[in-house]
């Protein structure tokens, strides 16, 4: 019986089929890697401490206004920037720190946009002062199993789906005009966090953290013929949530026509009335994350406890919460015996705390972090905080914040610098 031998070209031709696209896919992002990469450590950042005057008359709104200005959807131009420079979207870092208990409010940002952001606050807070320090994490040495310093922290991610929002200001009733009540009865959602990072002691440090940039098409919905589609807005996955929940309120039979409509209920009403409302601002990709710092032999347990409960106001079994993710321990001593897994997850969290990374990764490494995934998509999966969420995090509290440590400004200030540029 004669053996029929598959000619020689034929061999050729389905090994150049399959391995031409699979080197192609590597090469592309490996020079994806390497641009992104080389981009990243090209930007120039500043690092801005907002001080807040003595008397703040305005509710949160006047932060939402500044947060505006950081809805940057632009950033890596066309496809030649995009693909050839390594060019990737603006990003900014809002950070709340306690050093010592002395509270600051920081903003970190490219350089490029300092200006603008330092023109926003004061258009909103004329009598505050925005200057440029260093860097305040350089004072801390990365982590290492020999090292000076003990080190908690975790990542924050949200429990349900990104449309539905956290309890907000508005929840607190504190858009309402200051006058409108007495200072000892307004109630500001933030007032827990300054209070139990104002508390820590000599030697002791609190990070909070939240990086943004503007939202990404990237959510999955069901088109009206049911099939799911790739790459929609928030506000298209928010028109999702809102039509999945008025079928809910439908009576269907075994055949699946409705039979019956029940009302909703006041409370149900007024989770989809926060979607809508939240979903008419501004949307951000946002990460969130804290730590806590402070000596080896002088570390207190009791301190994880607080950083984590500090965010606990903004949490709603109704609407959205906050939950840890990601933290720098284990549960069971056999999930880690040799010890060295602890050291690198706090030496990552410290390091991308520093590096102020969240949707993008390597860069701040020698070398990218996976070889085949450019830092683009070798970043964290980022959730929703709108314009509204992000203010009732990161604003400047009225005098029903009396930490004594909170850096206010003292004297009163005439106006902001004339010769600032626009």
């Known amino acids: 019986m004669q053996t029929t031998v598959a000619p020689a070209f034929l061999v050729d031709t389905i090994a150049l089929i399959i391995i031409v696209p699979l080197l192609s896919y590597f090469a592309w992002n490996l020079w994806l890697s390497y641009v992104q990469t080389l981009f990243l450590r090209s930007v120039k950042w500043s690092l801005l401490e907002i001080k807040p005057p003595k008397e703040v008359f305005k509710s949160p709104l006047a932060m939402e206004l500044v947060l505006n200005s950081l ?159 790739d790459g929609k807005s928030w506000v298209d996955s928010t028109k999702q949530v809102i039509k999945d929940f008025n079928t809910s309120l439908n009576e269907k039979d075994k055949e699946g026509k409705t039979i019956a409509t029940r009302r909703a209920t006041k409370g149900e009403l007024g989770v989809i009335e926060a979607i809508e409302r939240n979903a008419s601002k501004f949307g951000f990709d946002a990460g969130v994350r804290t730590i806590y710092i402070t000596q080896k032999d002088s570390f207190d347990a009791n301190r994880i406890a607080g950083l984590t409960g500090m965010i606990r106001q903004y949490n709603s079994n109704d609407f959205n919460s906050f939950k840890p993710d990601s933290p720098t321990a284990f549960d069971f001593p056999w999930q880690d015996i040799t010890g060295r897994k602890i050291i690198k997850i706090k030496k990552d969290m410290l390091g991308a705390y520093k590096s102020r990374a969240w ?21 964290k999966k980022p959730f929703i905080l709108s314009t509204e969420e992000l203010a009732t995090m990161f604003h400047l509290p009225g005098r029903v914040a009396e930490t004594p440590s909170f850096v206010r400004i003292e004297a009163t200030k005439s106006e902001p610098p004339a010769n600032l540029p626009i």
């Open 71 to 229: 809805y940057q959807t632009g950033g890596h131009g066309n496809w030649m920037q995009k693909y050839w420079q390594g060019a990737v979207r603006n990003w900014f870092s809002l950070e709340i720190v306690s050093i010592e208990g002395s509270i600051h409010f920081y903003v970190r940002t490219a350089s490029k946009f300092k200006n603008v952001i330092q023109s926003q606050v004061y258009a909103q807070y004329p009598q505050a002062e925005v200057t440029e320090v260093e860097d305040y994490t350089a004072a801390v040495p990365d982590f290492s199993k020999d090292g000076p310093i003990g080190l908690w922290g975790c990542n924050l991610v949200l429990t349900k789906d990104d449309p539905y929002p956290i309890k907000t200001y508005i929840d607190w009733g504190l858009d309402r005009a200051v006058g409108s009540l007495d200072e000892e009865q307004r109630i500001d959602p933030i007032t827990p966090m300054l209070e139990f990072m104002g508390s820590i002691g000599v030697g002791e440090q609190i990070w909070f953290q939240i990086l943004v940039r503007g939202d990404t098409k990237r959510f999955t919905v069901k088109n009206k013929d049911g099939v799911e589609e």
């Open 359 to 379: 949707f993008y990764s390597g860069f701040d490494l020698k070398r990218p972090k996976t070889f085949f995934t450019y830092p683009e998509k070798g970043g």
